[in-house]
C-alpha cells in the first residue's frame, strides 16, 4: 500500500517513472494512492499531456484510476491529480472547472465516504457542480461567485446544509449577511470558525436584518465560535446576541478593548454569556495576562478560575 499526497514536484506527476519503479522495486502493490497538485512549467505543455501518462494499460489493468482538478480559472497548466476508485476519501476539495473542457482521464466519482468539503473555488458554475450527499462539514476558502444562482442555492444543491455540524468561513470577503442566511438554512452546527470584519457592510439596524438574527438567535446551536480577525467591544457585544449558546469562544481581540471586553463576557447583569467557561483571547502580548487577573480580582469578575499564557494566547477557564 502506499498514499502520497504532495505537491509542486513535477517529477512525481511523471506516470512512466512510477510505472517501471513498481514493476522493479513494489511487485506486491495493491493500492497506488496519490493527490498531488503542481503547475507545468514546460513550454507547449498543459496540466493534461502531463497527467495522460496515467491513462496506460499498466494502470487500468491494475483498476487504478485517476482524475483532476484546475485549482485556477482559465489555467490549463495547473491542476490536481488523485485517484478515484477504489479509495475514499473523507476530506475532499472542490475547485473550479472549465465548463468545456473536455479531459480524457475524468473518471465519475462517488462521494458517499467525503465528510469534509472545502470549497476553494472563486467561481462555481452549475454544469460542474457535484452533490456530496454525507458532508457534515464545509469550508469555504474564497468569496466565490456563482453562474445565476446565489450562493446558499448553490450550497444546497451540493450538500444538505441541514446536516453540518461544522462551518468554516475562511474568506474575509465573504459578507457577513450571507452567513446570517446560512445560519437559518443550518440549525445543527455547534462549531463556528470565521475570518472576517463582522460589521463590516452590514447595516445591523435594518428591519430585515433584525428579524434575520432574532431568528437565528432562538434556533441556533452553536457552542463553539473561532473570530480570526480583530474585533471590536460591538462585534463581540453582536456575536454574544446572535449566538447566545456560546461555551467556548476563542477570538482575536482589538488590543486597547480587551478589558472592557473580558468585563462585558464575565458581567452577571446580562444573561447572554450563561453558557460561556472558556474564552481565549489570540495573539496577545504576555502583559495581558497580568492585566487580565488584576481586573478579574479587582473587579471581582470570577471566583473560581484559572488563566494561562500559551503561545502568544491568553485562556481563561471558570
Known amino acids: 500500500m502506499l498514499r502520497l499526497t504532495t505537491g509542486y514536484n513535477e517529477k512525481c506527476l511523471n506516470g512512466k517513472r512510477w510505472q517501471q519503479l513498481i514493476m522493479s522495486y513494489m511487485p506486491y502493490l495493491r493500492i497506488f494512492d496519490i493527490n498531488h497538485q503542481d503547475y507545468i512549467e514546460k513550454k507547449n505543455f498543459t496540466y493534461h499531456h502531463i497527467i495522460n501518462q496515467f491513462n496506460s494499460s499498466f494502470w487500468t489493468e491494475k483498476k487504478w484510476f485517476f482524475t483532476h482538478q484546475h485549482d485556477q480559472k482559465k489555467q490549463s497548466t495547473s491542476g490536481i491529480l488523485y485517484s478515484t476508485a477504489p ?6 476539495s472542490y475547485y ?6 473536455k479531459c480524457s482521464n475524468i473518471q465519475k466519482e462517488n462521494f458517499n465516504s467525503v465528510k469534509h468539503l472545502r470549497i476553494a473555488s472563486e467561481e462555481i458554475v452549475n454544469d460542474c457542480l457535484n452533490y456530496f450527499p454525507n458532508v457534515n462539514e464545509l469550508s469555504i476558502e474564497n468569496k466565490f461567485t456563482t453562474s445565476g444562482d446565489s450562493i446558499i ?14 462551518l468554516v468561513i475562511e474568506s474575509h470577503l465573504f459578507p457577513m449577511k450571507d452567513i446570517i442566511n446560512l445560519l437559518l438554512l443550518t440549525p445543527n452546527v455547534h462549531t463556528l470558525s470565521l475570518n472576517l470584519y463582522i460589521l463590516d457592510y452590514f447595516n445591523i439596524n435594518s428591519n430585515r436584518q433584525k428579524k434575520i438574527c432574532q431568528y437565528v438567535s432562538k434556533k441556533n446551536k452553536i457552542q463553539n465560535l ?17 449566538l447566545p449558546r456560546l461555551k467556548c469562544l476563542k477570538a482575536q481581540m482589538e488590543r486597547k478593548e480587551i ?5 462585558f463576557l464575565l458581567s452577571k447583569t446580562h444573561n447572554r454569556t450563561r453558557n460561556l467557561f472558556y474564552l481565549c483571547i489570540l495573539e496577545v502580548p504576555k502583559v495581558c495576562l497580568t492585566e487580565t487577573k488584576v481586573l478579574i480580582e479587582s473587579k471581582n469578575l470570577l471566583n473560581d478560575y484559572s488563566i494561562k499564557y500559551i503561545d502568544r494566547d491568553l485562556h481563561l477557564w471558570w
Not at 473550479?96 to 473542457?101: G, R, S, Y
Not at 448553490?154 to 461544522?166: G, N
Open 226 to 242: 473561532i473570530l480570526n480577525q480583530k474585533c471590536s467591544l460591538t462585534e463581540i457585544q453582536f456575536i454574544v446576541y446572535l
Open 96 to 101: 473550479w472547472e472549465p465548463v468545456n473542457t
Open 87 to 92: 479509495y475514499r476519501r473523507k476530506d475532499y
Open 259 to 263: 478589558g472592557q471586553i473580558i468585563r
Open 153 to 166: 442555492a448553490t450550497l444546497r444543491r451540493m450538500i444538505s446544509l441541514r446536516q453540518l455540524t461544522k
